[in-house]
C-alpha cells in the first residue's frame, strides 16, 4: 500500500513558536519521504541539538537526539554501519558551524552518502537568540543588545571547500521547492548539505518571511531566486576539462556570495565523479558490501557476544 504524507507524522505536540521556518522544513522533509515512498523503517533522521533538534520527534521514523555539535558524526557511524539505510542529519546554523565546525568540514571531506539539513536563521533560538555563525557582520536582531562584531561563515563556500559533493539553498517557506531539494540530496551518490534558510520569527527581526518575499521595485526580481530559472550549471561531468571546471567554479563563487537584495535558491554544486567514502573502505575491507556490520551477528543462540575483536587488535599490533 502507498504510503501518505500522515505516515511520517506523529501525534507528539509541537512546541515551536508560531511562524517559526521549522515547520516548513519538517513538511518538506516529510513530503519528500513521502514522494520517494521511502519506508519509515529505513530512514534514520539524526538531529542536533537547539530547536530543530526536536525534528525527529515529529517525523515517523527512527530517529535520534545526538549531542551538541555532533550530529555528523552519528550520521556518518550509522550510514557506515548499514549502508542500505537512507540517512538523514538536521541541525541548526549554530549546532553545525559553531561547535560542529570541526565534524563538519571532516564529513565533506569523507564524502559519506548522507543528506546533512541546516536550519539556518542566524540566531542560537533555543538559547534566546545569541548570534550564530551565520549571522552578518554589523546586524543587530532584537535579541542582541549592540550589533554583531564578528564575521559570517558562508555555508555554501565552506561545504564546497570541505568536499561535500552536493550543495543546495532552500527557503522554508517555499515547502515544494524545498521538498525537491531534498529529494534531489537523497539520490545523491554522496554528502548532500542543503542550507535552509528559516526566519526565527522570535528572535530576528532582520531576516523574517517578509524581507525574504520582498520584491524588487524596479526589476519585479524576488528577493529570492530560483537557480534553475537561469542559465546556472550546478553539475559537473566527468568529461569537464579544466576551462570548464573553472567556468563552474567561478560561478559558484559567485552565486554562493550572493546576499542582500538578491539570494539565489537552488542547486548550487553536483558532483558524482568523486568517490564515496563507502567505496573507499571497499579498498581496505573488500567484502564490506555482504559483510558490513549490521549484517554481522553480534551474540550466539544463547545470547552470548561473539564478536571477535582479534583481526583489529592483530592490525595495531607493532612488530
Ligand atoms: Fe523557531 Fe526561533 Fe522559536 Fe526556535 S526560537 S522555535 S527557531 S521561532
Redesign the pocket.
Known sequence: MALKLTDFKTPIHN???P????FGILSSLQMAFTDMQLEPHNVALFSGI???GKTHQYMNTYGIHTLHGRVLPFATGAKLANPDLNVIAVG?DGDGLGIGSGHFVNAGRRNVDFTYVL?N?G?Y??TK?QASPTLKLGLQPKSLPKPNIVESINPILLAFSAGYTFIARGYSFDVKHLKELIIKGIQHRGSAFIDVL???????NLNTQSWFSEVDQNTKIPRTYKLEETDYDPVINESDDENDLELKINQLVKKATEWGDKIPLGVYYQNETVSTFEERIISNIPNYRSQNPVKQLIKSSKGHGITDLTKHFDELTVS
Open positions: 512546541d515551536w513558536c511562524g517559526c521556518g521549522d537547539g530547536c530543530s541548526g536550519f536563521n540566531v533560538g533555543l537568540g528559516q526566519p526565527c520569527p522570535t528572535y530576528n
